[in-house]
């Protein structure tokens, strides 16, 4: 969610941070600053709004410096201020911090901290921690972090520097992920490799307890005890160009559009087409583990969530393994339950949202085997679980999900493919199922060719305060990703529903002002869903089918239709989600909405 930079080296820091915090921009935010150590102290420079104010407020107001950390907050404890943005500083000025993340214990601590003479200028549970750190005991800095750290229940990714500890920056993690970036004769921190991809391509991601040292001369890693770690030195496997807009208006758009090569990268060097399987060697589960399992839980969280329910789906019918599909935030608080044979999935863009991390680390303890279906290499998820499948999607900028929701279904069709041939599915229907799988890519590609006719079908509902969703079996989770992306960026009220139950209560809210949004691919369900159409026109709602190609239309019950190509029932998802994508996309530009950065949302979830 909020975002960190740090930076140590023989450059301007301040340009480096504002350059780093430009890049984090789409993970949420309401308010940024910087902290600089310039031989004179610590100065800051901090205010509410974008990365752009913060320019201009340093052009005005200009702060040079070799070292400092920068910050980009999303508000949770007070308001999004200047006074509440980070930095924070201590109570002689002398010592800066900044800190994604919850102090749980932050009234407590607080409490005690002004019992004992500190003054505190904000309303957040951050401030807590600057505090602590000015009245701990140390030679250092990093054993006066240490030391304050004891202290604290909740989560963190902090970066902290120092007047008495010039060209030093300690960084503490638990719970929120921080990077540090390793350049030439220069070193990063980061809360995301987006940041330091304008100076190295070469990271050492921090595990939860890790305390780094980061000097000019180079950078240690502790543990809590003070003891050196070694951790290995990653390599980011995309560029700057991943990251940039590249012609397009907004980076949903993009990422939309650039799912026919997303769908290729997921697949790519995994199908075997003779043996009708899929190669997924990072599984590291064994024919004979393949044959234990007796049931697979897949956690996740929004748009991931929408994927599992699909997944759920491919998974049941391809290997006849039982699945259920658990909101990771829930999960994590019900008893759970040490049965032999289980598979825990996570499933998580990031690879850090908090939820879903918790979720796995709980069914971790249960002895079940654990997964994760992440995006991004070197994550948290990625590193506890003991195997899993990277989509390969590249970086995802736009905070609404797109690219990785369609990555993450191939990802799981690949699974059951794997799955089921362990299982009892024969090679004549894993080739089969491979073949579709390799047509895929270019049924996408078609499919993107309709954004002209889905914006022109936007502009038409763009001022509808209500939309529903409805889709059966597979449909359905389509259904409810397509209402998430609608109100997620466009700020419209839409829910989604099994088709059968809209009879059930949702029937109440259709008049002639009510958009139904019907997903009726040409699957065994069709007629079902044909019959809730049927029911919606009864009551003079207004129907947009998204169906597939056929000779037949539904024109005498749809006031628009938009059809994909056709392609397997468990591979439709993929094709029927893209015009819902392009729809909220469009709605939401003619809505005058911030499309890439919606109000009140983070790209990445990581405090509960």
Not at 342 to 363: F, P
Request: glycine letters at 10%; proline letters at 4%; aromatic letters at 4%.
């Amino acid at each position: 969610m909020c975002g960190i930079v740090g930076y140590v080296g023989p450059g301007d820091a301040v340009s480096v941070l504002v350059e780093g915090l430009s890049r984090l921009e789409y993970r949420g935010y309401d308010s940024a600053g910087v902290a600089v150590l310039n031989g004179r102290g610590v100065e800051t420079r901090k205010l509410a709004g974008r990365i752009a104010d913060l320019r201009d407020l340093l052009a005005r107001d200009p702060v040079h410096g070799s070292c400092g950390i920068g910050h980009t907050r999303w508000a949770t404890h007070g308001a999004p201020t200047e006074r509440n943005a980070h930095p924070h500083i201590d109570c002689t000025g002398t010592l800066a911090l900044v800190h994604n993340g919850i102090i749980e214990n932050a009234d407590v601590l607080r409490r005690r901290l002004e019992q004992d003479g500190h003054r505190f200028e904000t309303e957040t549970d951050t401030e807590t921690l600057v505090h602590l750190i000015e009245e701990s005991p140390g030679a250092t800095l990093e054993a006066r972090v240490i030391a304050a750290l004891d202290h604290v229940e909740g989560t963190y990714g902090m970066a902290v520097v120092a007047e008495a500890d010039r060209g030093k920056i300690v960084v503490a993690r638990r719970g929120s992920p921080v990077l540090l970036g390793v350049g030439d004769g220069e070193f990063l921190i980061a809360s995301d490799a987006s940041a330091v991809l304008g100076h190295t391509r070469s990271v050492v991601y921090l595990n939860d307890g890790d305390v780094a040292v980061v000097t000019p001369d180079g950078y240690r890693v502790l543990d809590r005890e003070a003891r050196e770690q070694d951790r290995a030195v990653d390599d980011i496997e995309w560029d700057l160009d991943a990251i940039a807009l590249g012609g397009y208006p907004h980076f949903m758009l993009k990422e939309i559009c650039e799912q026919a090569d997303t769908v290729r990268s997921t697949l790519r060097g995994r199908l075997l087409a003779a043996d009708g399987t899929a190669r997924l060697n990072g599984l590291n589960l064994t024919a004979m583990q393949c044959s234990r399992i007796r049931r697979i839980v897949i956690v996740a969280c929004g748009t991931s969530w929408h994927a599992g329910l699909v997944g759920r789906h491919v998974i049941e019918e391809l290997s006849g393994i039982p699945v259920s599909v658990e909101y990771a935030s829930e999960y994590r608080y019900r008893r759970h339950l040490r049965l032999p044979g289980t598979v825990t999935l996570a499933i998580s863009q990031s690879g850090e949202t908090a939820d879903t991390l918790e979720a796995l680390r709980a069914a971790k303890a249960t002895g079940s085997t654990v997964l994760g279906l992440v995006n991004v290499v070197g994550s948290t998820i990625a590193r506890e679980a003991e195997g899993g499948i990277y989509l390969h999607a590249g970086p995802e900028i736009g905070v609404a999900s797109t690219k990785a929701f369609t990555a993450q279904v191939v990802a799981l069709l690949l699974l059951g493919l794997y799955l089921g041939r362990q299982r009892g599915l024969s090679a004549e229907e894993g080739r089969a199922l491979v073949g579709q799988l390799l047509a895929l890519p270019e049924l996408v590609e078609r499919t993107l060719a309709i954004e002209s006719e889905v914006r022109a079908l936007a502009a038409r509902y763009a001022d509808a305060p209500n939309a529903l969703y409805l889709g059966r079996g597979l449909s359905f989770p389509v259904a409810l990703e397509g209402a998430l992306k609608l109100k997620e960026i466009s700020y419209i009220h839409a829910e989604g529903y099994p088709a059968a139950e809209m009879k059930h209560g949702p029937i109440a809210l259709i008049d002639e002002n009510m958009p139904v949004v019907c997903l009726a691919p040409r699957d065994p369900l069709y007629p079902k869903v044909v019959s809730a159409m049927q029911e919606v026109k009864a009551r003079g709602g207004r129907i947009i089918a998204i169906t597939t190609e056929a000779p037949d239309d539904l024109g005498h019950l749809a006031d628009h239709q938009i059809a994909v190509p056709a392609a397997a029932p468990l591979l439709s998802p993929v094709l029927t989600v893209i015009p819902l994508q392009l729809l909220a996309y469009h709605v939401a530009v003619l809505r005058g909405c911030d499309v890439d950065r919606p109000r009140n949302l983070a790209k990445s979830v990581t405090v509960e």
